[in-house]
């Protein structure tokens, strides 16, 4: 027998709007634009974070770290940069790449393009 259905509740994936800023460099975010698109507060979700991010050419990065109780899924739409590794190794990833990444495994993202 399969569950009762749940309510199903939909977030638009790229609002008009661009994303807010997020510079926060004590936090290890430099030169982008982050937003929540699925999450507790837009559609109720409990167990999985959707999340929008624009970084900046050349400057924009996330510097390793780690997301304890989930993986993450990175998919590049559009330009080029460099996923970094638990080591501090950088692997190309160009538009339309998609990387992911095992909870509790450190990682981070540089934009190398213009």
């Known amino acids: 027998m399969f569950p009762a259905p749940r309510e199903t509740r939909t977030a638009p994936c790229f609002p008009r709007a661009p994303a807010p800023p997020f510079h926060d460099p004590a936090r290890g975010f430099h030169h982008i634009r982050a937003r929540w698109i699925i999450d507790g507060e837009s559609v109720g979700s409990e167990q999985v974070v959707v999340g929008q991010s624009s970084f900046a050419a050349g400057t924009g990065s996330h510097e390793l770290h780690l997301h304890p109780n989930a993986g993450e899924f990175f998919h590049l739409i559009q330009g080029s940069g460099v996923h970094i590794d638990a080591t501090g190794g950088e692997v190309p990833v ?15 993202f540089r934009n190398t393009g213009d």
């Open 94 to 108: 160009g538009t339309g790449d998609i990387t992911y990444v095992p909870k509790g495994e450190l990682h981070g």
